[in-house]
């Protein structure tokens, strides 16, 4: 049995869209699910922010390990959320990471490395998504043609809804593979 660990962004919470639909799409399978919650200082991302998302991203774990002591976590990140990498590789946990920062080498060679699957997804408009690099890491990418960081492409609102419709269904498929 798995259970998802709901990390957020930055200024992108666990109600929003993207991590909203990850929510779903574990409830929809009955899994149990931990949501990270945190209010990031000011200054975090010039001193280096993996300390601060792994201590809250372990905490969840831990929490999750005493409600659901058989499930083994899956993570679902969003951009600063994908500092998460290192643990998850350190952990061999499968993930999913939403806008992952892979401009940062050491979240891009973390998830690399990890032998679980992951799902990474990413927009063409976003600088920290790098096909090529999302590609090197030999996981599955789905990458969104004109979408910006929080994937949302350019044009009508039916555009980005067609596109969370893509992104929830490619969510879906990765956890019912797991």
Same mark, same amino acid.
């Given at each position: ?23 779903e ?13 945190? %209010?990031?200082? %000011?200054?975090?991302?010039?001193? +280096? ?8 991203? @372990? ?20 951009? /600063? ?24 080498e ?23 998504? /790098? ?15 004109? +979408?910006?960081? +929080? ?14 419709? %893509?992104?929830?269904? @490619? ?5 019912a593979?797991?």
């Amino acid at each position: 049995m798995f259970a998802g660990v709901i990390v957020p962004g930055r200024g992108y919470g666990p109600q929003a869209p993207l991590l909203d639909l990850a929510s779903e799409a574990l409830a929809d399978r009955e899994m149990p699910v931990e949501t990270v919650r945190w %209010d990031v200082p %000011d200054g975090l991302l010039n001193i +280096g922010p993996e300390p601060f998302v792994r201590a809250h991203v @372990a905490a969840a774990i831990h929490r999750l390990s005493m409600s659901a002591p058989d499930a083994q976590p899956v993570i679902i990140a969003k951009s /600063l959320g994908s500092y998460a990498a290192v643990l998850a590789a350190e952990r061999q946990l499968p993930a999913i990471w939403l806008t992952p920062l892979l401009h940062i080498e050491a979240v891009a060679e973390a998830i690399g490395r990890n032998p679980a699957p992951a799902l990474l997804v990413g927009g063409t408009r976003d600088r920290s998504w /790098l096909p090529e690099v999302a590609t090197a890491t030999g996981k599955r990418v789905v990458t969104i043609t004109g +979408g910006d960081h +929080g994937l949302r492409p350019p044009g009508p609102l039916r555009a980005y809804a067609q596109v969370l419709g %893509d992104v929830g269904t @490619a969510i879906e498929e990765f956890l019912a593979q797991l």
